[in-house]
């Protein structure tokens, strides 16, 4: 059999989370053809010295927007990562009213940025079309929204589905899921997400069994109450038979950190249960999302409009400042209390306005503006129409090790990549690899590359990803363990990787040497 190139001598590491062996990896037709030795073809990479293993997958992205501006995608291609999932959170781009689009659009910006993008799609079905179009150079799967779900049948407000919503709600589910989304997200601390009960999940989780597709969710709690936000997401999973991937998996603020091994406990227990529940998670010790968060639930009830409304009331501002600065425990993820304002720092400013305030913490900006953090923070959301994304520092090195030690815990980056955003999109993979590998011993080689690969194509049904096996599609990483090191950190995020020598799509080189071929061979996954 004739092999289109030939990965020679590297050592081999699979998937499986086998020990490491000295094999040729051949590809041919875009998939893996042949393992073994001595195998020749009219192109022989020598890879002596380096690790081949699976392509990377990013669970948790943010490109969602950023592919069709910049289809290649180089801050996560160059980190390894050879299939991305974009519509994290319950919210992202559709399904949207076409009315809507333009609203939805500024809502996003903060999270997704914008780019110079014209939004001209209103189904999951026209987006992926345009995604195609855009020929990316990564793989692409999408998980449908349920906040988008939720907005096309019931608007931004703060009310229950009734049976005939959870029924509309259920035939868009399944129409995005037939259009080629591959699993359903939520975000439980955003607008309009965080109005469903957990009876609403549950009735779309039983949707999601029907197909065997997996819930993807932001808990309702990620500080003072994730406890009851996890056994939430164990009592859906149970309830509606479908699988529960939990997003960025994290305990924030200082109180809080000890119940890390409780929620340890509780999901070994529901798995032992039988229960299908995955999650992934991180590297760093920070977050990032929309600085829209930093306000109570009732700030965001009735959409974009309302809350900038709020905003310009005294009184609602006041009672906004009042439950923000409260130090009790709360059921609401309070992001000021985990961070206070120096410790939440602007990551992106859509508009283009005031961009010496990036990578600036909340407290510098209004001491720039001669005015009290808070109103500083209600401005700058007022001014931006919301569209403002942060950093916020909550989490605890021995908690990230200790969730990174969870064998059903992947990786993802969460990364942001407008304005000036956490080093994560830049960095997260390599910074496994030689944080954790190589110099802190937490993971062994083989287990890390296991959970960013084939652990993680298992929690989303990737059939065809993953491993290193043949008649698989062949995206595959060439690197060396000895230089991989991440170069992004907070204050220079923007830094590519070093150690990551090749990495091929589908076959196809998409980095050689370091450096972007500009091929892009990127296909739709579901």
């Not at 692409?140 to 589905?161: F, K, N, S, T, W």
């Not at 363990?481 to 830094?495: H, K, L, S, Y």
Request: with cysteine; charged share 25%; aromatic share 6%.
């Amino acid at each position: 059999m004739a092999l289109d190139r030939v990965l020679k001598g590297g050592r081999l590491v699979d998937g499986t989370g086998a020990p490491g062996r000295l094999a040729d990896v051949g590809v041919r037709g875009g998939r893996i053809a042949a393992i073994g030795e001595g195998l020749t073809a009219a192109e022989e990479i020598e890879c002596a010295g380096h690790v081949v293993c699976p392509g990377f997958i990013d669970t948790h992205s943010h490109s969602d927007v950023k592919v069709l501006a910049d289809p290649l995608l180089p801050m996560k291609v160059r980190q390894g990562i050879t299939l991305e999932v974009f519509g994290q959170d319950g919210i992202s781009v559709a399904p949207v009213r076409v009315e809507e689009r333009a609203v939805w659009k500024q809502k996003l910006a903060g999270l997704l940025g914008d780019f110079g993008v014209e939004w001209d799609w209103s189904s999951v079905r026209d987006y992926l079309a345009r995604v195609a179009d855009a020929r990316p150079a990564a793989d692409v799967a999408y998980l449908v929204p349920h906040g988008a779900i939720r907005q096309c049948v019931l608007g931004g407000e703060d009310r229950p589905a009734d049976a005939r919503a959870l029924a509309a709600m259920g035939d868009l589910l399944r129409q995005a899921l037939a259009e080629g989304a591959c699993g359903l997200s939520t975000g439980l601390i955003y607008p309009p997400c965080c109005y469903a009960d957990t009876a609403e999940l549950i009735a779309l989780g039983r949707v999601l069994a029907e197909s065997r597709r997996p819930l993807v969710v932001h808990m309702r709690s990620e500080s003072d109450r994730i406890l009851d936000a996890l056994d939430e997401m164990i009592r859906v999973g149970r309830e509606s038979g479908c699988a529960v991937h939990v997003s960025h998996l994290k305990v924030a603020g200082r109180e809080n950190w000890p119940r890390a091994e409780e929620v340890a406990r509780r999901l070994e227990d529901g798995r032992r249960a039988g229960q299908r529940l995955t999650a992934d998670q991180y590297p760093y010790i920070a977050g990032s999302t929309l600085l829209g968060a930093i306000l109570p639930p009732w700030a965001h009830d009735g959409g974009t409009e309302a809350t900038l409304a709020r905003l310009a009331l005294p009184a609602a501002r006041g009672r906004m400042k009042t439950m923000m600065a409260d130090p009790a425990p709360a059921d609401w993820d309070n992001f000021w209390k985990w961070s206070g304002p120096e410790g939440i720092v602007v990551a992106d400013i859509p508009s283009g306005r005031h961009p010496e305030w990036l990578g600036q913490s909340l407290a510098e900006v209004a001491r720039r503006r001669g005015q009290d953090p808070f109103e500083a923070a209600f401005d700058l959301l007022g001014e931006e129409r919301m569209g403002v994304a942060m950093v916020s520092f909550s989490q605890d090195e021995a908690v990230v090790e200790r969730f990174l030690r969870l064998p059903f815990a992947n990786l993802c980056t969460d990364g942001l990549l407008g304005g000036r955003p956490h080093p994560r999109a830049y960095g997260t993979y390599p910074r496994v690899l030689a944080r954790y590998v190589r110099e802190r011993h937490t993971l062994s080689l083989e287990e890390a590359v296991r959970k960013m690969t084939s652990q993680a194509a298992e929690a989303m049904g990737f059939a065809d990803h993953g491993l290193v096996a043949e008649g698989l599609r062949a995206n595959l990483v060439v690197f060396d363990p000895a230089a991989v090191n991440d170069r992004a950190t907070f204050e220079e995020p923007m830094r590519f990787p070093e150690g990551v020598r090749d990495v091929f799509v589908g076959g196809e080189p998409v980095v050689r040497h370091s450096e972007m071929t500009g091929r892009r061979p990127g296909l739709l996954v579901s």
